[in-house]
């Protein structure tokens, strides 16, 4: 807790210079003014020393930080808090940005004065946590997938090591950062920047050693990982947190002409293409070509379709004053499930408020119906029915990577038939008492990923490994709008309640302070400004499932 003790104190020493200066402008004069403006320091040192600790960044990340924290508390405390004290609903408009314009210098100021001075002490920090290099560890560990699962099992590595832990771990990942994909659907519609959802995984793990690459091939007997690259990586334990790939099932068509949501990637390239289509529409005279370029399918009403077809429905509407030659009744949003009722991860009265509400809004169901075929412009149910698009997006089905398949584990989620062998996350059939798997989702991934740390690190002292025993904590989906469904510890929540616990606890869940604030201050932005309508790739490029 010191290095928040000396954000709270930089916060303090930044206040004073700002303070006298925004008391030469008249904006803080009496003494409640002073003691309202150093609990504000206060908290921006705080937050902000939580941002800078541990990290590797240097002078200028560390004040960038300060001026975004600076400008958020702008966004919260003048702009919204002020007004509900003196009893108005904030706007958030032009005019009322314009009047808290000194607020707004003031406090950037303060944020980037703080950030300079916490740029000083956290290197000693950073330094104080930072474990001895002594002799290789005995037990050589390799985890295998960056995802949920991984990345949690690596950081509870690094906590184990610093305890006396005798390991020595390398997390191989085909890509660098850990995507935080309940968000995923947020960035295909354009709420929030890319980026901000993802977070470098040599600075979420920065004691393990990462190695950048593609496994080619596992061999138990021997206990080797091969790369692509040819690097072979010894193991005395492995952990395999693969994760998963769409599955299309064979269906003509799908892969050749959906949209998957499974990147960062996917969702841009998603959200170009909605652009485009709007784009085009403006100017289409042709009715049926119209049709095609404005009906927005998905199929698979879990958590990703349900989530993607409201962000859509609010990407299209949100920038529609933009494009008068597309009349408001136009764009048609269709969901299409196989099953009795969407979201069957909720309980059925949570999953037909969700259903009549996105009904209400004008989405339209198509239930216990699959997709058959699709083709450049029109979908195929299994009722024959034809639905006039081109833009198909596909949540219907995931299958574990191909580079082992699904791994069935033992209660300690050691793969069955490989010694020294742990499974994690989508690619592991972790069993339960009653016979049936523990399900494939982001929370049960890092309560996998942590196990399998702590089992490993017994087995290596010598002790026996424990089962691992996790229940859902709860359910939470997005529904657009400011509107959601949740499901917590047996409690239900709906409407505008549910969308502020959905923000929150996923903002909470967030890897890294400093990705909180951005993506904080994205859906601040979100509030006042209306989506981008710029489109990134200059030429069009279909995205394309890959069923493996």
Known sequence: MAQLGWGAVA????????????ATQHMVTAFP????????????????AAVAHGTRQGLAMTTSAGVLLGTLGWLVFSLTLEPLVHGALPTWSAVAAAKTYPELVGNVLHGAITGLLLHFVAGSWAARERPERGPSPR?????????????????????????????????VSDSN??????????????ALEPAHISAPIRSAAPHTTFLYGRVDRVDPIVREVVLESGETLV?????????SVPHT????????????LKNLADAVALRNHVLRMLEAADREADPRTRRELLTFVVAGAGFAGTEMIAELFDLVHGVSHYYPGIAPDEPRFVLVHAGERILPELGPELAAYAMEHLRARGIEHRLKLRVTEAAEDLVRLENDELIPTRTFVWTAGNRPTPLLGSLTTDPMLRAVGMEDVWAVGDCARIP??????????????????????????????GRAPAEFRFRTIGVLVALGHRTAAAEIRGRRFAGLVAWLL????????LPGAEKRLRVLFDWALDLVFPRDIVVTSPTPRRSKVKSR
């Not at 560990?141 to 020595?168: P, T």
């Not at 950062?177 to 354009?190: H, I, K, Q, W, Y």
């Not at 193991?235 to 994760?243: N, T």
């Not at 016979?435 to 002292?461: C, E, M, S, Y």
């Open 249 to 260: 099932f064979g269906l003509p068509g799908i892969a050749e002409h959906s949209f998957p």
């Open 177 to 190: 950062f850990l995507l935080f994909t309940p968000m995923l659907a947020e960035v295909a519609s354009g």
């Open 235 to 243: 193991y005395d334990h492995l952990v395999l947190a693969v994760g």
């Open 33 to 48: 003014g002073w003691l309202a403006f150093a609990a504000y320091a206060l908290i921006i040192g705080v937050v902000l």
């Open 11 to 22: 916060g303090l020493a930044a206040a004073l210079p700002v303070g006298i200066l925004m």
């Open 139 to 171: 037990a050589k560990v390799v985890v295998v997938g960056g995802g949920f699962a991984g990345v949690a099992a690596a950081q509870r590595f690094e906590r184990l090591v610093l305890r006396g832990a005798k390991l020595d771990v390398t997390l």
């Open 502 to 509: 959905w923000r929150g606890i996923y903002l909470s869940k």
């Open 432 to 461: 339960l008492a009653d016979g049936t798997f523990h399900p494939p989702t982001a929370q049960h991934a890092l309560r996998q990923g942590k196990a399998a740390a702590d089992n490993i690190a017994a087995v290596v002292a």
